[in-house]
Protein backbone atom coordinates (compact mmCIF):
# COMPACT_ATOMS: atom_id res chain seq x y z
CA UNK A 1 0.00 0.00 0.00
CA UNK A 2 1.49 4.01 -1.27
CA UNK A 3 2.35 5.86 1.71
CA UNK A 4 1.13 9.36 2.04
CA UNK A 5 4.09 10.33 -0.31
CA UNK A 6 3.13 7.87 -2.96
CA UNK A 7 6.38 5.65 -1.77
CA UNK A 8 5.66 2.07 -1.68
CA UNK A 9 5.79 0.97 2.30
CA UNK A 10 8.18 -1.66 2.48
CA UNK A 11 12.14 0.42 1.67
CA UNK A 12 13.78 -1.94 -1.19
CA UNK A 13 16.82 -3.37 -0.35
CA UNK A 14 18.47 -1.35 -3.48
CA UNK A 15 16.90 2.01 -2.34
CA UNK A 16 19.21 4.66 -1.07
CA UNK A 17 18.67 6.52 2.31
CA UNK A 18 20.08 10.24 2.80
CA UNK A 19 21.36 10.65 6.61
CA UNK A 20 21.53 14.56 6.67
CA UNK A 21 23.90 16.10 8.94
CA UNK A 22 23.34 19.50 10.39
CA UNK A 23 26.55 20.06 12.24
CA UNK A 24 29.97 20.13 10.91
CA UNK A 25 31.83 18.19 13.93
CA UNK A 26 30.33 14.95 12.19
CA UNK A 27 31.71 15.65 9.16
CA UNK A 28 35.05 13.98 8.36
CA UNK A 29 37.49 15.20 5.78
CA UNK A 30 40.93 13.93 4.60
CA UNK A 31 44.17 15.33 5.80
CA UNK A 32 45.47 15.12 2.17
CA UNK A 33 42.32 16.20 0.34
CA UNK A 34 39.85 17.94 2.16
CA UNK A 35 37.21 17.99 -0.70
CA UNK A 36 37.03 14.60 0.37
CA UNK A 37 34.81 14.10 2.94
CA UNK A 38 32.48 11.91 5.30
CA UNK A 39 29.67 11.56 7.77
CA UNK A 40 31.13 10.66 10.81
CA UNK A 41 30.06 7.48 12.92
CA UNK A 42 28.20 9.72 15.49
CA UNK A 43 26.14 10.49 12.74
CA UNK A 44 24.52 7.04 12.82
CA UNK A 45 24.54 6.50 16.79
CA UNK A 46 20.76 6.51 17.07
CA UNK A 47 18.68 7.95 20.05
CA UNK A 48 15.49 6.69 22.00
CA UNK A 49 11.96 7.94 20.48
CA UNK A 50 10.45 6.62 23.36
CA UNK A 51 9.90 3.57 22.18
CA UNK A 52 12.72 2.58 20.71
CA UNK A 53 16.67 3.25 19.85
CA UNK A 54 16.18 4.67 15.69
CA UNK A 55 17.83 7.38 13.79
CA UNK A 56 15.93 9.45 10.52
CA UNK A 57 16.94 9.16 7.26
CA UNK A 58 14.95 10.33 3.67
CA UNK A 59 14.25 7.98 1.56
CA UNK A 60 15.94 8.91 -2.03
CA UNK A 61 13.33 7.19 -4.56
CA UNK A 62 12.00 10.13 -5.54
CA UNK A 63 15.35 12.07 -6.10
CA UNK A 64 16.69 12.03 -9.00
CA UNK A 65 20.52 13.65 -7.77
CA UNK A 66 22.36 15.25 -5.53
CA UNK A 67 20.86 18.41 -6.21
CA UNK A 68 17.59 17.21 -4.88
CA UNK A 69 19.03 15.30 -2.32
CA UNK A 70 20.78 18.70 -0.77
CA UNK A 71 17.49 20.72 -1.55
CA UNK A 72 15.51 18.10 0.59
CA UNK A 73 18.24 18.58 3.45
CA UNK A 74 17.79 21.91 3.40
CA UNK A 75 14.26 21.95 3.35
CA UNK A 76 14.41 19.63 6.09
CA UNK A 77 16.34 22.17 8.10
CA UNK A 78 14.41 25.11 7.11
CA UNK A 79 11.33 23.95 8.90
CA UNK A 80 13.05 23.39 12.18
CA UNK A 81 15.62 25.87 11.63
CA UNK A 82 19.17 24.11 11.14
CA UNK A 83 21.77 24.77 9.12
CA UNK A 84 21.76 21.73 6.43
CA UNK A 85 25.87 20.71 6.06
CA UNK A 86 25.55 17.66 3.97
CA UNK A 87 24.21 13.91 3.79
CA UNK A 88 25.70 10.71 4.06
CA UNK A 89 23.97 8.08 1.63
CA UNK A 90 23.26 4.05 2.82
CA UNK A 91 21.88 1.33 0.41
CA UNK A 92 19.06 0.09 2.32
CA UNK A 93 20.86 -3.52 2.11
CA UNK A 94 24.48 -2.02 3.72
CA UNK A 95 22.10 -1.06 6.37
CA UNK A 96 20.53 -4.77 6.74
CA UNK A 97 23.93 -6.14 7.02
CA UNK A 98 24.91 -4.29 10.04
CA UNK A 99 24.32 -6.05 12.90
CA UNK A 100 24.80 -5.44 16.84
CA UNK A 101 27.35 -8.12 17.70
CA UNK A 102 28.21 -9.29 20.91
CA UNK A 103 31.52 -9.51 22.17
CA UNK A 104 32.92 -12.57 20.84
CA UNK A 105 31.71 -11.11 17.13
CA UNK A 106 28.01 -13.29 16.90
CA UNK A 107 25.18 -11.00 15.16
CA UNK A 108 22.68 -10.62 18.08
CA UNK A 109 20.35 -8.26 15.60
CA UNK A 110 20.67 -6.73 12.21
CA UNK A 111 19.91 -3.39 11.73
CA UNK A 112 17.00 -2.06 9.48
CA UNK A 113 15.35 0.57 7.88
CA UNK A 114 11.46 1.10 7.90
CA UNK A 115 9.31 3.82 6.32
CA UNK A 116 7.77 6.24 9.02
CA UNK A 117 5.55 8.71 7.60
CA UNK A 118 2.66 10.23 9.50
CA UNK A 119 -0.62 9.49 8.25
CA UNK A 120 -1.36 13.19 7.70
CA UNK A 121 1.88 13.76 4.80
CA UNK A 122 3.51 15.80 7.02
CA UNK A 123 6.88 13.99 7.14
CA UNK A 124 7.09 12.52 3.57
CA UNK A 125 10.01 10.52 2.76
CA UNK A 126 10.85 9.59 6.53
CA UNK A 127 12.05 6.46 7.87
CA UNK A 128 13.94 5.40 10.89
CA UNK A 129 17.10 2.79 10.89
CA UNK A 130 15.67 0.45 13.37
CA UNK A 131 17.09 -2.49 15.27
CA UNK A 132 19.51 -1.10 17.88
CA UNK A 133 18.30 -3.47 20.55
CA UNK A 134 18.17 -6.02 22.47
CA UNK A 135 20.99 -6.63 24.46
CA UNK A 136 22.42 -8.64 26.98
CA UNK A 137 21.50 -8.23 30.48
CA UNK A 138 23.96 -5.58 32.50
CA UNK A 139 25.50 -4.37 28.98
CA UNK A 140 26.79 -1.31 28.30
CA UNK A 141 24.45 -0.38 25.15
CA UNK A 142 26.62 2.93 23.82
CA UNK A 143 29.68 -0.35 22.97
CA UNK A 144 26.84 -1.88 20.76
CA UNK A 145 25.84 1.47 19.35
CA UNK A 146 29.82 2.63 18.58
CA UNK A 147 30.42 -0.37 16.87
CA UNK A 148 27.14 -0.33 14.74
CA UNK A 149 27.83 3.29 13.90
CA UNK A 150 31.23 2.90 12.80
CA UNK A 151 30.17 0.06 10.27
CA UNK A 152 27.46 2.32 8.83
CA UNK A 153 30.54 4.99 8.74
CA UNK A 154 32.36 2.17 6.79
CA UNK A 155 28.92 1.40 4.33
CA UNK A 156 28.40 5.36 3.94
CA UNK A 157 32.39 6.54 2.66
CA UNK A 158 31.43 3.40 0.26
CA UNK A 159 28.79 6.03 -1.62
CA UNK A 160 29.20 9.48 -2.34
CA UNK A 161 28.65 12.04 0.73
CA UNK A 162 26.53 14.90 -0.49
CA UNK A 163 28.02 18.39 1.00
CA UNK A 164 25.65 21.17 0.53
CA UNK A 165 26.03 23.28 -2.28
CA UNK A 166 26.39 27.08 -1.95
CA UNK A 167 22.51 28.74 -2.47
CA UNK A 168 21.80 29.71 -6.08
CA UNK A 169 21.59 33.43 -6.46
CA UNK A 170 17.90 34.10 -7.88
CA UNK A 171 18.27 34.86 -11.57
CA UNK A 172 14.38 36.33 -12.66
CA UNK A 173 13.47 37.01 -16.01
CA UNK B 1 13.23 15.31 26.49
CA UNK B 2 11.80 12.20 26.04
CA UNK B 3 15.84 10.41 27.88
CA UNK B 4 17.56 12.35 29.97
CA UNK B 5 20.14 9.42 30.93
CA UNK B 6 23.14 8.94 29.02
CA UNK B 7 23.33 5.55 26.90
CA UNK B 8 25.65 3.53 29.37
CA UNK B 9 24.06 4.93 32.25
CA UNK B 10 22.59 1.87 33.27
CA UNK B 11 26.50 0.53 33.69
CA UNK B 12 27.13 1.87 37.03
CA UNK B 13 24.51 -0.19 37.92
CA UNK B 14 26.58 -3.77 37.36
CA UNK B 15 30.36 -2.49 38.37
CA UNK B 16 31.30 -5.87 39.43
CA UNK B 17 30.60 -6.97 35.92
CA UNK B 18 33.09 -4.17 34.66
CA UNK B 19 35.31 -4.72 37.76
CA UNK B 20 36.25 -8.30 36.29
CA UNK B 21 36.05 -7.57 32.56
CA UNK B 22 38.70 -4.68 32.91
CA UNK B 23 41.21 -6.85 35.03
CA UNK B 24 41.02 -9.23 32.25
CA UNK B 25 41.89 -6.64 29.74
CA UNK B 26 44.58 -5.01 32.36
CA UNK B 27 46.22 -8.64 32.16
CA UNK B 28 46.72 -8.11 28.38
CA UNK B 29 47.92 -4.43 28.20
CA UNK B 30 50.54 -3.16 30.14
CA UNK B 31 51.48 -0.15 30.09
CA UNK B 32 55.25 0.27 29.77
CA UNK B 33 56.60 3.99 29.82
CA UNK B 34 56.95 6.71 32.80
CA UNK B 35 54.35 8.93 32.72
CA UNK B 36 56.22 12.28 31.34
CA UNK B 37 55.51 15.70 32.05
CA UNK B 38 54.30 18.03 29.37
CA UNK B 39 56.49 21.23 29.26
CA UNK B 40 55.26 22.36 25.91
CA UNK B 41 51.51 23.04 26.72
CA UNK B 42 50.83 24.68 22.98
CA UNK B 43 49.34 21.40 21.80
CA UNK B 44 47.00 20.96 24.78
CA UNK B 45 46.13 24.38 24.99
CA UNK B 46 45.05 24.03 21.70
CA UNK B 47 43.00 20.77 22.25
CA UNK B 48 41.56 22.81 25.29
CA UNK B 49 40.25 26.05 22.98
CA UNK B 50 39.28 23.24 20.65
CA UNK B 51 36.88 21.88 23.72
CA UNK B 52 35.62 25.21 24.57
CA UNK B 53 34.33 25.79 21.00
CA UNK B 54 32.40 22.56 21.38
CA UNK B 55 31.00 23.57 24.42
CA UNK B 56 29.56 26.52 23.24
CA UNK B 57 28.47 24.73 19.95
CA UNK B 58 26.68 22.16 21.92
CA UNK B 59 25.57 23.46 25.21
CA UNK B 60 21.24 23.69 24.01
CA UNK B 61 19.57 20.41 22.98
CA UNK B 62 18.88 19.24 19.54
CA UNK B 63 22.68 21.26 18.52
CA UNK B 64 22.98 18.27 16.07
CA UNK B 65 19.74 19.23 14.56
CA UNK B 66 18.08 16.41 15.48
CA UNK B 67 17.56 15.47 19.20
CA UNK B 68 20.86 15.17 20.73
CA UNK B 69 21.33 16.19 24.45
CA UNK B 70 23.53 19.14 25.33
CA UNK B 71 27.21 18.89 26.28
CA UNK B 72 26.94 19.59 30.11
CA UNK B 73 29.45 21.90 31.90
CA UNK B 74 30.42 18.40 33.90
CA UNK B 75 31.10 16.52 30.58
CA UNK B 76 33.65 19.57 29.52
CA UNK B 77 35.32 20.09 32.76
CA UNK B 78 35.73 16.06 32.89
CA UNK B 79 37.45 16.52 29.08
CA UNK B 80 39.88 19.39 30.32
CA UNK B 81 40.88 16.73 33.10
CA UNK B 82 41.27 13.88 30.45
CA UNK B 83 43.22 15.79 28.05
CA UNK B 84 45.86 16.90 30.46
CA UNK B 85 46.37 13.57 31.66
CA UNK B 86 47.23 12.58 28.19
CA UNK B 87 51.04 11.49 28.71
CA UNK B 88 53.23 14.15 26.74
CA UNK B 89 54.36 11.54 24.04
CA UNK B 90 50.94 10.16 23.21
CA UNK B 91 49.16 12.01 19.88
CA UNK B 92 46.02 14.56 20.95
CA UNK B 93 42.67 13.21 19.81
CA UNK B 94 40.16 14.84 17.79
CA UNK B 95 37.51 15.61 19.84
CA UNK B 96 33.71 14.74 18.57
CA UNK B 97 30.32 15.10 20.77
CA UNK B 98 27.66 12.75 20.47
CA UNK B 99 24.19 12.97 21.07
CA UNK B 100 23.81 11.92 24.66
CA UNK B 101 25.47 14.80 25.59
CA UNK B 102 29.00 12.52 25.90
CA UNK B 103 32.90 13.64 24.16
CA UNK B 104 34.15 10.99 21.99
CA UNK B 105 37.78 11.46 21.88
CA UNK B 106 39.24 9.97 18.55
CA UNK B 107 42.52 8.75 17.07
CA UNK B 108 43.00 7.10 13.27
CA UNK B 109 45.45 6.18 11.36
CA UNK B 110 46.21 5.77 7.62
CA UNK B 111 45.81 2.03 7.92
CA UNK B 112 42.27 2.96 8.85
CA UNK B 113 42.87 1.90 12.85
CA UNK B 114 40.02 3.70 15.22
CA UNK B 115 39.99 4.41 18.32
CA UNK B 116 37.07 5.95 19.80
CA UNK B 117 36.37 6.75 23.38
CA UNK B 118 33.50 8.29 24.66
CA UNK B 119 33.71 10.21 27.62
CA UNK B 120 30.73 10.94 30.04
CA UNK B 121 30.40 13.31 32.93
CA UNK B 122 30.76 10.62 35.57
CA UNK B 123 34.08 9.36 34.33
CA UNK B 124 32.62 6.63 31.84
CA UNK B 125 34.97 5.88 29.04
CA UNK B 126 32.91 3.61 26.52
CA UNK B 127 35.84 2.47 24.19
CA UNK B 128 35.80 1.04 20.45
CA UNK B 129 38.90 0.06 19.04
CA UNK B 130 38.55 -1.27 15.24
CA UNK B 131 39.01 -2.75 13.42
CA UNK B 132 39.47 -5.47 15.86
CA UNK B 133 36.49 -4.85 17.47
CA UNK B 134 37.48 -4.70 20.72
CA UNK B 135 35.55 -2.54 23.14
CA UNK B 136 35.09 -2.46 26.84
CA UNK B 137 33.82 0.08 29.29
CA UNK B 138 35.97 1.47 31.85
CA UNK B 139 35.16 3.70 35.22
CA UNK B 140 37.93 6.68 35.50
CA UNK B 141 38.23 8.10 38.75
CA UNK B 142 41.86 8.60 39.26
CA UNK B 143 44.18 11.64 38.24
CA UNK B 144 45.31 8.87 35.92
CA UNK B 145 44.01 7.42 32.61
CA UNK B 146 43.95 3.83 32.91
CA UNK B 147 46.77 1.53 31.60
CA UNK B 148 44.60 -0.52 29.19
CA UNK B 149 43.67 3.09 27.22
CA UNK B 150 47.00 4.46 27.55
CA UNK B 151 48.55 1.38 26.06
CA UNK B 152 45.93 1.28 23.05
CA UNK B 153 46.84 5.39 22.88
CA UNK B 154 50.05 3.98 22.16
CA UNK B 155 49.51 2.48 18.92
CA UNK B 156 48.78 5.43 17.20
CA UNK B 157 51.76 7.45 18.67
Known amino acids: MPLPSGLPDQVGDEESVARHVFTDRHIGSDAKDRSKKWAKAQAFLPQFDGHNWVFSVSRTLHLKDAEAIQRNGRAIGQLSGRSYKGSALLVAKQVRSTAMKS?????????????????????????????????????NMKEYFKEASMDLERHAKEQAFVV???????TGT | MLFSRSISDDLLENREHLQQRNEQLAGTFRFSHLVTIRT????LNEAIDELGNI??????PGWDGHEALPVSYATYRKAIDF????????PMPEIVPENDGELAFEWRDERGQVLSVSLASNGRLTVLYM????????????????????KLIELFA
Do not use: I
Open chain 2, 55 to 60: RDECDQ
Open chain 2, 83 to 90: LEALPAEL
Open chain 2, 131 to 150: PDRMRTTLLWSKPELPNTLL
Open chain 2, 40 to 43: DRTV
Open chain 1, 103 to 139: GEGGELQNLDVLAHEAADGSTPYHAHVTGFLPLPEGA
Open chain 1, 164 to 170: QAPPQEE
